[in-house]
T-cell receptor
């Protein structure tokens, strides 16, 4: 149980285009989802926290107009990288939590999405 | 301020040898602490967690970690390394109080290599 999926697992896009990454909680309702970015050989950097039905809270230094996050339902959050540039190439990981699943602090991580911008 | 510090970005051990991955945290109150493992191009898998209960925590795949408040440490150990243990390991902390968003803060990771 507590499965989180991401789609796509890998995506290649051209500079200037936008790409959407989906994060789904498959067997529980996620009131909160988190988006992380991971650079090669580096740790995970929290980008934003999204609560269902409200605007995402972005961490300092993360451009909210570039990384659009929508958490429209209790099982789906999307991250859209707008006007992508090669420096946006990274591994993006989402996680989800639910007050009704496990402990309140538990986060369940998705498998990640590898974005390459050419 | 750095909440989690992992000493040693790379650790190599021989198969069958002891694995020791170090993690120190900074917090005015005991936090919740976690160890995750990440295989290439995959997400994070929870190995074990400390949530203010027993200080010696046993996890999956034979790993365990001990919370030592006096040393502000939460080192990960495994008595005998297996080839399949080769991966990236992350220590993470959820801070209290005042952490209303349930954010996790991750260390920079330790890459474990197991030598046959």
């Amino acid at each position: 149980g507590a499965v989180v999926s991401q789609h796509p697992s890998r995506v290649i896009c051209k500079s200037g285009t936008s790409v959407k990454i989906e994060c789904r909680s498959l067997d529980f309702q996620a009131t909160t989802m988190f988006w992380y970015r991971q650079f090669p050989k580096k740790s995970l950097m929290l980008m934003a926290t999204s609560n269902e039905g409200s605007k995402a809270t972005y961490e300092q230094g993360v451009e909210k107009d570039k990384f659009l996050i929508n958490h429209a339902s209790l099982t789906l959050s999307t991250l859209t990288v707008t006007s992508a540039h090669p420096e946006d190439s990274s591994f993006y990981i989402c996680s989800a939590r639910s007050p009704n699943r496990g402990q309140s602090y538990e986060q369940y991580f998705g498998p990640g999405t590898r974005l390459t911008v050419t | 301020a750095q909440s989690v510090t992992q000493l040693g970005s790379h650790v190599s051990v021989s198969e069958g040898a002891l694995v020791l991955l170090r993690c120190n945290y900074s917090s005015s109150v005991p936090p919740y602490l976690f160890w995750y493992v990440q295989y290439p191009n995959q997400g994070l898998q929870l190995l074990l967690k400390y949530t203010s209960a027993a200080t010696l925590v046993k996890g999956i795949n034979g790993f365990e970690a001990e919370f030592k408040k006096s040393e502000t440490s939460f080192h990960l150990t495994k008595p005998s390394a297996h080839m399949s243990d080769a991966a990236e390991y992350f220590c993470a902390v959820r801070l209290f109080p005042g952490n209303t968003g349930n954010q996790f803060y991750f260390g920079t990771g330790t890459s474990l290599t197991v030598i046959p």
